[in-house]
């Protein structure tokens, strides 16, 4: 017969297995990635804020193919800077990346970043497995001996079913926004590529920090039929020097539309921006008009 002291302790037993098995279940992505190595993205506070400071000094970044296979999901990129002052061997850099309504930090367990005072450049892979489905850009955080600088790259990419793609703009669905004259944007480059067109420029609020706004491109075609188009906003701190205000650093758009997207023959194109909590939603007075 089975004492009172064994059946207490098959009892204890029993419920720290339990207690171990649901904290795995609630931990589950982050035990596997801290045992594998792998990074992984985990989602901040709604209102903690990454806004754009200081001359990044970055040369490039290098966007690699998406990796999707059955072992693994994510985004490569390569990141190198014209100077990292690392005497102390302190440096650091952090990488994030961030939604329409969302920012994430990428913990990296694969290897140190600086790991001598020399090295400028670093490879960071993204791993999407975790993510929602939704357009991505990534975000550098280098604080070395001269300081603090956070930028936000034009580098983009979507997730979707099945993992990470390029992205390609497409027409999202229109909310009504107020007209404003303080909105004014600039159309630098219209590239017209075999399958595609792509869009690149500024825009700016003046007077407020873009960090807190998404941006979109509304195109109306010669017969009046108009379409707007996402458009991630990254760091131009030209922008912000022409502007003589750091609030207006987060200006800068890029994207790739696909030419069947318009009919040929003289477009109107205006800039809208939205607030990424409030969903406040302006769009400019100001108007290009650009044949393709």
Do not use: C
């Amino acid at each position: 017969m089975m004492g009172f002291s064994d059946k207490r302790s098959r009892t204890a037993a029993y419920l720290l297995f339990v207690i171990l098995f649901i904290t795995y279940v609630l931990n589950a992505d982050s035990v596997y990635y801290a045992l594998s190595g792998k990074s992984y993205a985990v989602k901040l506070r709604h209102d903690f804020s990454l806004q754009a400071k200081g001359d990044p000094r970055l040369l490039l970044v290098f966007d690699y193919s998406p990796v999707n296979n059955k072992f693994e999901e994510g985004k490569l990129f390569r990141a190198q800077f014209v100077r990292v002052a690392n005497a102390s061997g302190n440096a650091q850099l952090r990488a994030f990346i961030r939604s329409t309504d969302a920012l994430y930090e990428v913990i990296e367990n694969r290897r140190s970043f600086w790991a001598d005072s020399k090295k400028r450049a670093v490879n960071v892979f993204v791993s999407t497995s975790g993510l929602e489905n939704d357009i991505y850009q990534l975000g550098l955080y280098l604080s070395d001996d001269e300081g603090v600088r956070v930028v936000w790259t034009d580098v983009f990419f979507e997730r979707v079913d099945g993992g990470p793609v390029e992205y390609s703009a497409r027409p999202v669905a229109t909310v009504p926004a107020r007209i404003s004259g303080d909105l004014k944007f600039g159309v630098e480059r219209l590239g017209k590529e075999k399958e595609s067109i792509v869009f690149q420029g500024w825009a700016v609020l003046e007077n407020i920090e873009m960090n807190d706004y998404n941006a979109y491109i509304k195109i109306e075609d010669p017969d009046g039929v108009s379409k707007t188009f996402y458009a991630p906003l990254y760091t131009r701190m030209d922008i912000a020097s022409m502007y003589d205000d750091p609030r207006a650093a987060n200006s800068g758009f890029r994207i790739k539309v696909p030419r069947g997207e318009f009919a040929p023959g003289n477009h109107a194109i205006k800039v809208v921006v939205k607030h990424r909590k409030t969903g406040d939603t302006i769009e400019s007075v100001q108007t290009e008009k650009r044949d393709f």
